[in-house]
T-cell receptor, first 116, second 120 residues
Framework: NAGVTQTPKFQVLKTGQSMTLQCAQD?????MYWYRQDPGMGLRLIYY???????DKGEVPNGYNVSRLNKREFSLRLESAAPSQTSVYFC???????????????FGPGTRLTVL | AQKVTQAQTEISVVEKEDVTLDCVYE???????LFWYKQPPSGELVFLIR??????QNEISGRYSWNFQKSTSSFNFTITASQVVDSAVYFC?????????????????FGKGTHLIIQP
């Protein structure tokens, strides 16, 4: 039981390049999330998915797109990376579905992204 | 909109001292959840506790205890007899009901974290 996995662990991009961060969970959770963590800022929600095929914007969605292709996987795409997107990205999952709230979120190990 | 404030950016104590990490939250929802997470130097996020807005009982788990006071909108975390392994960044977080603040997202709102350093 791996929990939440993320790939890659580290990535360096040049400004304007694109990439997709992958996230998968094996806990049969309905909800999945993408956060970014910047020094001194805590974690901020980028996008959220309550179930397969649905996504909602969080606090900082600009510059990102997401795909929830199935219950297990939730990917985050940077179409044209900018230095301001240098951050650590965390994926999380929980049992919470739309209309509910408050269950523990399980986090992946994070992806450290640098945009030059 | 919801907000979580952790005013202590960094705390440094000597091992075996007790230490309290403060957390103050803002929300207009009447049903909400509060969390504490630990982020050790290795970087992963470790869940410590969840408390819902209807349960103001204090919680104790070993050397850890939590004091939830709705009257002051606070959810403070105390470590008793601190150890070097407690050194980490600690985050307090809040979850409202989805859509309550006008958005559809059901995520956590985190404080900026408190960096706790336990010196041997």
């Amino acid at each position: 039981n791996a929990g939440v996995t993320q790939t890659p662990k580290f990535q360096v991009l040049k400004t304007g390049q694109s990439m997709t961060l992958q996230c998968a969970q094996d806990m049969n959770h309905n909800s999945m999330y993408w956060y970014r963590q910047d020094p001194g800022m805590g974690l901020r929600l980028i996008y959220y998915s309550a179930s397969e095929g649905t996504t909602d914007k969080g606090e900082v969605p600009n510059g990102y797109n997401v795909s929830r292709l199935n219950k297990r996987e939730f990917s985050l795409r940077l179409e044209s990376a900018a230095p301001s997107q240098t951050s650590v990205y965390f994926c999380a999952s929980s049992e919470t579905g739309r209309g509910g709230a408050g269950n523990e979120q399980f986090f992946g190990p994070g992806t450290r992204l640098t945009v030059l | 909109a919801q907000k979580v404030t952790q005013a202590q950016t960094e705390i440094s104590v000597v091992e075996k001292e007790d230490v309290t990490l403060d957390c103050v939250y803002e929300t207009r929802d009447t049903t909400y959840y509060l969390f504490w997470y630990k982020q050790p130097p290795s970087g992963e996020l470790v869940f410590l506790i969840r408390r819902n807005s209807f349960d103001e009982q204090n919680e104790i788990s070993g050397r850890y205890s939590w004091n939830f006071q709705k009257s002051t909108s606070s959810f403070n975390f105390t470590i008793t007899a601190s150890q070097v392994v407690d050194s980490a960044v600690y985050f307090c977080a809040l979850s409202e009901r989805p859509g309550y603040s006008g958005g559809g997202a059901d995520g956590l709102t985190f404080g900026k974290g408190t960096h706790l350093i336990i010196q041997p």
